[in-house]
């Protein structure tokens, strides 16, 4: 049964992706022609033909204009409500979560990700798989002890046991240590020269606060194409110690020959091996928390990503400061904006190129309320601490949250 279960999981997860990848281009294409086969084609993984056809119904209708946000938000909510009587599967739940953020109907979706956790948290568990899905649920649903209670009593295998590897130092984390299992960075090169000392990961967004930072510890920032370097007129004088970046500076440094630019940083932290191909000696893969967002689709975000690399560190000292994981109407200031392509140039400071929904997409990628979530936890639990505006975004609660994300990227369609 479990091996039967596990093929249905992983093939109907082909087909989630499929179904999101097509719906995804159509929108950014502007294409909305192409929306009503596409789900038809697939209607059985959005729950029914008629929830197929209301899904298609609110693309088209946001795609041209048809549909309001207020309206779209509300056929959503409306068929999130009647999503349970079909008894669709977790994965369900989670692709309308996530085609509802790639229009921009950011709180709606939030009923997708309620009922996703509550449909998990009353099921049976027949695997080990299906075990760690419960962790993540509990997780995110607030409840620590009852996380604490799936990874005692998990069973891991060879496919989940980096799961619960993770899980184990998330929950050592959150619990003070009283619960899980430390999983500390082996004492290479890297632990050695950042245990002991006090980190800053310094986002992109404008900040009134000034930080000090001691010439014994290290900021670390985010670089991408476009961002390789900082303004020494800026909040931190320019500096930067540990760099982190994706793989699309590795392609863009590659395209352009100029992974040279690195030799400014102590450390180059990057979210894949990708950096091997630049024969950099500074350069290593960080730690990264994909196997804790919720669906096998989620994207890392790259403070997150940060803070969870470092937090690997032993007796190391996190605390963060300008980003407000975009609930501002500035993301970032003008020496952030990145770089999308050398078509399109730079971004504006929202993130955008000017191109209807792109923002939606980008951020319907990377479910933004599950690292507010995971982000918050840690922060509750004092294991990482963050400036004034970090701290007020990071309190706000989730519904608060994704209100604000509607009011700067959803109505207007960024």
Not at 43 to 69: E, Y
Not at 151 to 161: D, I, N, R, Y
Request: charged fraction near 20%; aromatic fraction near 8%; hydrophobic fraction near 40%.
């Amino acid at each position: 049964m479990a091996s039967i279960t596990g093929i249905s999981r992983r093939l109907r997860q082909r087909q989630a992706i499929a179904l999101m990848d097509g719906l995804r281009e159509a929108i950014e294409q502007w294409r909305s022609d192409l929306v009503p086969s596409l789900v038809n084609r697939h209607h059985k993984i959005l729950g029914s033909q008629q929830h197929a056809n209301t899904l298609a119904d609110v693309l088209t209708g946001r795609l041209d204009n048809q549909l309001s946000h207020a309206e779209a938000s509300a056929a959503l909510s409306e068929a999130a409500r009647s999503l349970a009587s079909v008894t669709a599967p977790p994965t369900t739940w989670f692709v309308w979560e996530n085609l509802s953020r790639a229009i921009g109907c950011f709180s709606a979706s939030l009923e997708f990700t309620r009922g996703a956790f509550d449909l998990i948290t009353s099921l049976p568990i027949r695997s080990d798989a299906e075990r760690g899905r419960l962790f993540l649920a509990h997780l995110y649903q607030g409840d620590i002890e009852r996380a604490g209670h799936a990874w005692h009593t998990s069973s891991p295998t060879t496919e989940t046991a980096g799961f619960w590897t993770d899980a184990g130092h998330l929950l050592w984390l959150l619990t003070g240590g009283e619960s899980g299992r430390a999983d500390h960075t082996p004492h290479d090169a890297f632990a050695e020269d950042v245990a002991g000392r006090d980190v800053l990961v310094w986002g992109p967004a404008p900040v009134r606060e000034v930080p000090t930072v001691s010439k014994g510890d290290y900021v670390a920032r985010v670089i991408a194409p476009g961002v390789t370097g900082f303004d020494p007129a800026d909040a931190l004088g320019g500096r930067c110690d540990i760099a982190y970046a994706s793989s699309r500076v590795t392609k863009a440094l590659i395209a352009d020959g100029s992974a040279e630019v690195l030799d400014q940083f102590r450390w180059v932290s990057f979210r894949t091996d990708s950096w091997k191909s630049l024969d950099i000696a500074h350069g290593r893969t960080a730690h990264h928390h994909k196997r804790l967002l919720p669906s096998p689709w989620d994207k890392t975000n790259v403070i997150p990503l940060a803070v969870w690399d470092l937090l690997h560190v032993k007796d190391v000292s996190v605390r963060v400061g300008a980003t407000t994981f975009f609930a501002s109407a500035q993301a970032y200031t003008s020496q952030e904006t990145r770089l999308k392509d050398e078509a399109t140039g730079k971004t504006d400071e929202r993130g955008s190129t000017g191109l209807r929904f792109e923002r939606c997409l980008s951020l319907s990628h990377h479910n933004l309320s599950a690292h507010h979530q995971l982000m918050a936890l840690l922060m509750k639990a004092g294991a990482v601490t963050f400036d004034h505006a970090g701290t007020e975004v990071l309190q706000m609660s989730l519904a608060d949250y994704m209100a604000e994300i509607d009011a700067l990227y959803g109505v207007e369609a960024v």
